[in-house]
């Protein structure tokens, strides 16, 4: 999926579906020095639906902190 997403520049996989509120509060708790898994544990005792459902995750949090805002 890489190849086509880089010849393409079309996004690949599932679509992006987190509520805007619910990026920003990730990228503020970051932002106050949170780590990741800190972060996932915060969201997930917090009962902040991911996007799909489910707990949060710390690769989650590193994805949605690399992608552009």
Same mark, same amino acid.
């Given at each position: 999926?890489?190849?086509?997403?880089?010849?393409?520049?079309?996004?690949?996989?599932?679509?992006?579906?987190?509520?805007?509120? @619910?990026?920003?509060? !990730?990228?503020?708790?970051? *932002?106050?020095?949170?780590?990741?898994?800190? $972060?996932?544990?915060? +969201? @997930?005792?917090?009962? !902040?639906?991911?996007?799909? *459902?489910?707990?949060?995750?710390?690769?989650? $949090?590193?994805?949605? +902190?690399?992608?552009?805002?």
């Amino acid at each position: 999926m890489a190849k086509i997403k880089a010849e393409t520049g079309k996004h690949m996989g599932r679509p992006v579906t987190l509520a805007p509120a @619910t990026d920003a509060r !990730i990228r503020e708790l970051h *932002g106050a020095g949170l780590s990741f898994k800190a $972060i996932a544990d915060r +969201l @997930t005792a917090d009962t !902040i639906p991911t996007a799909q *459902g489910g707990r949060w995750w710390p690769a989650t $949090i590193r994805g949605v +902190l690399e992608r552009t805002a």
